[in-house]
């Protein structure tokens, strides 16, 4: 009898999700298991957690929505904390498991802790098989070796898009066999992560909650109901309410749907609504990510430091009384600090307001970029290593900018994107004049 093991990461799916279809292909018995690492909860240089609250509730929600799924398929989920690379083999030990499968993640930290579980595996004779299903492309299918990926994403993109056919997606499978009489463990709470419960501003673009279901349900209202996909591109750059862009970059991060069954659905749609430059649009904000999961590979750990991936030290300072008032919001500027509430009360930021306060963090006050890119990592729901630290890179100019950095003017971005003045005065407490 076969036994599979399948480690859930990030992608906390049973839609498209390679990993758990083969499982259930090739096992005769499959053993779901979901593992709380404490590194991602624990604190930073500065003193706040790498996983803030909004973070850690929608993950919470998003690992209860996947155990509810496997239920229904006849599985289950087991869930632990601790070290994966400790856990998993000691439960591959108790339940004399063959193999182990799991999704192939780029990012270095999550790329050791892999490493790591493989060696610790091979020591017992089980195999592990990673598989790439969290972007667009695979990475068997791009046309150059991850070292001579192109590092400006105009180059990347022509390239690819010329060459690569996205694949197919995989079918939810129809059955796990998951056996009985397992302690599959409690999922915890926020306070059992070390983290305390924050309440959503009621202002808050989407009430945000994880999970495959309500991926799916944004997708549904946001292509299909509103049919907004059609206007993407000239709305994207939006700044008050739910319209404007599709939102679905928080279970983009968590997997809770994967890139892949998002491009699907714009293929649809386009057959089915319209096809012009907003569908493309989506397709090429998707690209991007995957941009940087081939950067974040190719690179490792330079994308975190503060001369990335250029060897660059740029001009800035390690003030901590500076970031305060940008993290807070208090830096007088008023379109950033705006920005930086929503930030902080929501979880969330558009794509518009988070180069802004960027561009202010480092090119107005002239402070260490990495100290902001923790603070993304804190609060965004939709943090992504890769996508966060290089998109920071970027407007730092130690990233895969040809231009070597962003400044952004914050007054006529503010002139442009809020000429009324509506979004400062939805989020700043005080009156605005």
Not at 36 to 48: A, E, I
Not at 57 to 64: A, K, T, W
Request: hydrophobic share 35%.
């Amino acid at each position: 009898m076969k036994k599979v093991m399948v480690w859930f990461r990030n992608d906390l799916r049973v839609k498209d999700h390679e990993a758990l279809w083969r499982a259930c292909q090739n096992g005769n018995e499959v053993y779901p298991v979901y593992v709380f690492d404490p590194r991602n909860f624990s604190t930073t240089s500065l003193g706040f957690a790498r996983t803030g609250s909004f973070r850690g509730q929608f993950l919470l929600e998003s690992v209860l929505e996947l155990k509810i799924s496997l239920v229904k398929l006849g599985g289950d989920l087991i869930v632990k904390q601790g070290l994966p690379e400790e856990v998993i083999p000691a439960l591959a030990q108790q339940f004399d498991i063959d193999r182990v499968y799991c999704g192939k993640e780029v990012a270095y930290d999550e790329h050791q802790v892999a490493l790591t579980l493989e060696a610790k595996l091979a020591q017992k004779k089980i195999v592990l098989d990673q598989f790439w299903q969290s972007g667009l492309y695979h990475e068997e299918d791009v046309p150059w070796p991850i070292k001579q990926v192109p590092d400006v994403f105009t180059n990347f993109r022509k390239e690819s898009e010329k060459t690569v056919e996205i694949r197919a997606e995989f079918d939810t499978p129809e059955k796990v066999n998951f056996p009985g009489n397992i302690d599959t463990g409690d999922i915890p709470g926020l306070l059992d992560l070390g983290l305390s419960a924050e309440r959503r501003s009621k202002k808050a673009v989407l009430p945000f909650k994880g999970g495959e279901k309500q991926a799916w349900k944004r997708v549904d209202e946001y292509f299909w109901k509103d049919d907004l996909l059609k206007k993407y591109k000239y709305t994207r750059n939006g700044l008050v309410g739910k319209d404007y862009s599709s939102k679905l970059s928080p279970w983009l991060a968590h997997g809770c749907i994967s890139a892949k069954s998002i491009y699907h659905e714009i293929k649809r749609y386009e057959k089915e609504r319209v096809k012009n430059v907003s569908t493309y649009w989506l397709f090429f904000e998707l690209l991007w990510r995957d941009f940087f999961k081939f950067m974040s590979k190719k690179h490792g750990a330079d994308i975190f430091l503060r001369r990335g991936i250029t060897g660059d030290m740029p001009d800035m300072a390690d003030d901590i009384e500076k970031f305060e008032l940008w993290r807070k919001g208090e830096t007088g500027e008023p379109f950033v600090d705006a920005n930086m509430i929503e930030l902080n009360t929501t979880g969330f930021m558009s794509n518009r307001g988070r180069q802004n306060v960027a561009s202010y963090l480092i090119h107005d006050l002239k402070v260490n970029w990495t100290w902001g890119a923790m603070w993304y990592e804190n609060r965004l729901i939709d943090y992504d290593p890769g996508s966060n630290w290089l998109n920071w890179a970027y407007i730092a100019g130690v990233g895969n900018d040809p231009q070597k950095g962003r400044k952004f003017n914050i007054e006529n971005q503010s002139l442009q994107y809020d000429p009324k003045g509506e979004y400062v005065k939805l989020w700043l407490r005080h009156t605005v004049k």
